[in-house]
C-alpha cells in the first residue's frame, strides 16, 4: 500500500500569510493527488485534482504542485474561511490512501 | 444539480451489521464511480473501497476484506455499503463520495455508533 505523509500535523497562522503544506507519497503516485479542506462536521471538500488543477467554485488564492513522490498545497493569502483541517490523498493506486491530516489554526 | 443522500443515523450492537444507502441523483448513475470513506471521531479520512456503479465490480481495502460488501441498484440510482461484525473501533461517520479525478461530490455522512 501507498502511505501517505503530510507536515506539519498543525500549522498556525495569520490572516494573510502564505501558508505551504507538504504531501509525500511512499512511492510514485504519477501526478494523481488530490486536496480536500475538512471543516468540523462537514464532510471533505474537493479543492485541487491532479495535483494542480484547480476544482470548480475554489478561490485561486489555492493552488497545488508536484509529481512522484512530493506534492504541494499553496494558500497565498490566508482567509478566514480556510482555517481547517486539510488532507492530502493519492488516487494512482488502490487503496486510495489519505495523509493523515493538516489542522490549520489561528495564531 | 449533483447530490448524493445517505440514511440516517445507525447504533448498533457488537457483533451487528449495518448497511448504509447512498442515493444520486443530478447525473448519470453509471458514469461515475463512487468511493467509501469513514471517519473516526477526532481521527482522519480512511479509504474503504470503491464500486462501479454501472457492472457492480467493487474493490475494498484489505483491512476491511471479509467485512465489506458494497452494492448497487440501478433503478434507484442507490449504492450501499454493508459492514458486519461490528466492533467498538468502526464508530465512525462513513461517507459515500463520487469519484471524478478526486472526490468531488460527498454524502452528508452517516454515524454508526457501535455500542453495547
Known amino acids: 500500500d501507498i502511505q501517505m505523509t503530510q507536515s506539519p500535523s498543525t500549522l498556525s497562522a495569520s490572516v494573510g500569510d502564505r501558508v505551504t503544506i507538504t504531501c509525500r507519497a511512499s512511492q510514485s503516485i504519477s501526478g494523481w493527488l488530490a486536496w480536500y479542506q475538512q471543516k468540523p462536521g462537514r464532510a471533505p471538500n474537493l479543492l485541487i485534482y491532479q495535483a494542480s488543477s484547480l476544482e470548480s467554485g475554489v478561490p485561486s488564492r489555492f493552488s497545488g504542485s508536484g509529481s512522484g513522490t512530493e506534492f504541494t498545497l499553496t494558500i497565498s493569502s490566508l482567509q478566514p474561511d480556510d482555517f481547517a483541517t486539510y488532507y492530502c490523498q493519492q488516487y494512482n493506486t488502490y487503496p486510495c490512501s489519505f495523509g493523515q491530516g493538516t489542522k490549520l489554526e489561528i495564531k | 444539480q449533483v447530490q448524493l443522500v445517505q440514511s440516517g443515523a445507525e447504533v448498533k450492537k457488537p457483533g451487528a451489521s449495518v448497511k448504509v444507502s447512498c442515493k444520486a441523483s443530478g447525473y448519470n448513475f453509471t458514469t461515475y464511480f463512487m468511493h467509501w470513506v469513514r471517519q473516526a471521531p477526532g481521527q482522519g479520512l480512511e479509504w474503504m473501497g470503491i464500486?462501479?456503479?454501472?457492472?457492480?465490480?467493487?474493490t475494498y481495502a484489505q483491512k476491511f476484506l471479509g467485512r465489506v460488501t458494497m452494492t448497487r441498484e440501478t433503478s434507484t440510482s442507490t449504492v450501499y455499503m454493508e459492514l458486519t461484525s461490528l466492533r467498538s473501533e468502526d464508530t465512525a461517520v462513513y461517507y459515500c463520495?463520487?469519484?471524478?479525478?478526486?472526490?468531488?461530490?460527498w454524502g452528508q455522512g452517516t454515524l454508526v455508533t457501535v455500542s453495547s
Open positions: 463520495a463520487r469519484y471524478s479525478s478526486g472526490n468531488d461530490y
Open positions: 464500486i462501479n456503479p454501472r457492472g457492480g465490480s467493487t
